[in-house]
């Protein structure tokens, strides 16, 4: 039986490979894994951080890498790469968008796709006992602290209120 799709951005990807917890998608078993070819792009271009590269690379082998076809959803707050992300997850009736840019994650929503965000795939992993309510506290922290992870704070009490209720 084949699994439902999920369309994955770049900016979980990045952040889940700083904390070396890319392994967590393969663990959850969320569904195959669709990435635009534009976020593909993003990950590998000459921007990418050199010391991440290698594990984006391997991650990225494992994804079904998707040319966009027609022109993406318009969205003067959206990205290029975001524009196809949504456009994929659309096209492909995606159960997950895996993206953390909340315009994005509410345009999931309005075009039926379930968003989920960085945060809520490590509380995903309490949930199912992957990882300790420890160690995604320590994962949060270090996002914010020091690899340059923006939330608001509402966004972050949210979280904590449901990691305490998942651990």
């Known amino acids: 039986m084949k699994r ?23 663990a959850l078993e969320l569904g195959s894994r669709l990435v635009p070819d534009a976020v593909q792009a993003e990950l590998l271009g000459p921007s990418a951080p ?5 594990s984006l690379e391997r991650f990225i082998a494992t994804c079904e890498v998707v040319a966009v076809a027609g022109p993406p959803i318009a969205g003067p707050a959206l990205s290029f790469a975001d524009r196809c992300v949504l456009a994929l997850a659309i096209e492909r009736k995606a159960r997950l968008l895996v993206a953390d840019d909340l315009p994005l994650r509410k345009l999931a ?15 995903l992993a309490i949930k199912r006992g992957i990882l300790s309510p420890d160690e995604v506290l320590d994962d949060a922290h270090s996002l914010v602290s020091r ?18 209720k998942t651990g």
């Open 4 to 26: 439902a799709a999920i369309v994955i951005d770049a900016s979980p990807i990045i952040f889940l490979g700083k904390l070396d917890r890319l392994g967590l998608f393969d």
């Open 109 to 123: 929503e309005v075009y039926g796709v379930t968003p989920l965000g960085t945060l809520g795939v490590l509380l």
């Open 50 to 54: 050199p010391v991440l590269r290698p």
């Open 147 to 164: 690899h340059g992870f923006r939330v608001g704070i509402e966004t972050y009490a949210e979280f904590q209120r449901r990691m305490q």
